[in-house]
T-cell receptor, first 112, second 116 residues
Framework: DQQVKQNSPSLSVQEGRISILNCDYTNSMFDYFLWYKKYPAEGPTFLISISSIKDKNEDGRFTVFLNKSAKHLSLHIVPSQPGDSAVYFCAGEIQGAQKLVFGQGTRLTINP | DTAVSQTPKYLVTQMGNDKSIKCEQNLGHDTMYWYKQDSKKFLKIMFSYNNKELIINETVPNRFSPKSPDKAHLNLHINSLELGDSAVYFC???????????????FGQGTRLTVV
């Protein structure tokens, strides 16, 4: 039972353009959603999060949008840079549950 | 100075062996975790410890036994290793972000376990 799904295993974007990574979830109990970035041979690192009571959170080049009615969120990166090439994981959290439920990740490649 | 460190980074072993993976965090966090990333790349929680006490055990076989000697350490011992245990195991620790409200987890670099 996959509560968080990232249906695109990979995405290629040209440098300078916008990257949009998508995530769907089924558990309406999630209070927060988080995006993690992972480089090869490293652990995931926290990127940005959004509370379930908000529909947008922005941090520099990164913006996360949440559509609760569609149970869908997306991460926008603009402009995309070569250093953004990594695997991006979406995760949901139920406050107090002390665990993150991850999607399977999307590999983003930024082409020069 | 590494925040969450786990050793070894790579582990190749034969079926039936017993092995341990060690994890240490120097962030002062109360909660530590073990996650498993399987061949399909899903990152799934295995265990969660808060102040040395087991909080979450996600139906992991009892061949896997976590041990937390103190809140800065969470080791994972695996008995009678099976081929299906081959995966990347990530240790993590977390602290609730008072400003944001969510829990930000910090991950180690992972241990790639290969059972042959």
């Amino acid at each position: 039972d996959q509560q968080v799904k990232q249906n695109s295993p990979s995405l290629s974007v040209q440098e300078g353009r916008i990257s949009i990574l998508n995530c769907d979830y089924t558990n309406s109990m999630f209070d927060y959603f988080l995006w993690y970035k992972k480089y090869p041979a490293e652990g995931p690192t926290f990127l940005i999060s959004i509370s379930s009571i908000k529909d947008k959170n922005e941090d520099g080049r990164f913006t996360v949008f949440l559509n609760k009615s569609a149970k869908h969120l997306s991460l926008h990166i603009v402009p995309s840079q070569p250093g953004d090439s990594a695997v991006y994981f979406c995760a949901g959290e139920i406050q107090g549950a002390q665990k993150l439920v991850f999607g399977q990740g999307t590999r983003l490649t930024i082409n020069p | 100075d590494t925040a969450v460190s786990q050793t070894p980074k790579y582990l190749v072993t034969q079926m039936g062996n017993d092995k341990s993976i060690k994890c240490e965090q120097n962030l002062g966090h109360d909660t530590m975790y073990w996650y498993k990333q399987d061949s399909k790349k899903f990152l799934k929680i295995m265990f969660s410890y808060n102040n040395k006490e087991l909080i979450i055990n996600e139906t992991v076989p009892n061949r896997f036994s976590p041990k937390s000697p103190d809140k800065a350490h969470l080791n994972l011992h695996i008995n009678s290793l099976e081929l299906g245990d081959s995966a990347v195991y990530f240790c993590a620790s977390s602290q609730r972000d008072i400003a944001l409200g969510n829990t930000e987890a910090f991950f180690g670099q992972g241990t790639r376990l290969t059972v042959v």
